[in-house]
Nanobody
Framework: QVLLAESGGGLVQAGGSLRLSCAAS???????????MGWFRQPPGKEREFVAA????????QYADSVKGRFTISKDDSKTTVYLQMDSLKSEDTAVYYC??????????????????WGQGTQVTVSL
């Protein structure tokens, strides 16, 4: 298990930007590179959905179609932190955002059930 903590959520107007951070604790950067990292979100009244993921070495990145071209996932192994830069935000991006870790380093999946460690979530609210 990896302990994860998200931060950076808040209230933003449509068209604005936010950067979410997810810090892993209890790991050095070598151990941190054992994991692929992902971001998911859960809109009000809906199920949790995949947003973005990045392989342990940062070479393989995937996005949900709904965020392609607007969101960017990145990681800093020295800080054991993964980021989600969110630009051109829309009201439909309103959700609780979660980061998660998966032990498949490169050939990870985007399935919720394959991520074994989760943060507590951070609320993102986009107003019109």
């Amino acid at each position: 298990q990896v302990l994860l903590a998200e931060s950076g959520g808040g209230l933003v107007q449509a068209g604005g930007s936010l950067r979410l951070s997810c810090a892993a604790s209890g790991l050095n950067f070598i151990n941190y590179r054992q994991y692929a990292m992902g971001w998911f979100r859960q809109p009000p009244g809906k199920e949790r959905e995949f947003v973005a993921a990045i392989s342990s070495n940062g070479d393989r990145i995937q996005y949900a179609d709904s965020v392609k071209g607007r969101f960017t996932i990145s990681k800093d192994d020295s800080k054991t932190t993964v980021y989600l830069q969110m630009d051109s935000l829309k009201s439909e991006d309103t959700a609780v955002y979660y980061c998660a870790a998966q032990s498949r380093r490169y050939y990870y999946t985007t399935k919720i059930e394959d991520f074994h460690s989760w943060g507590q979530g951070t609320q993102v609210t986009v107003s019109l």
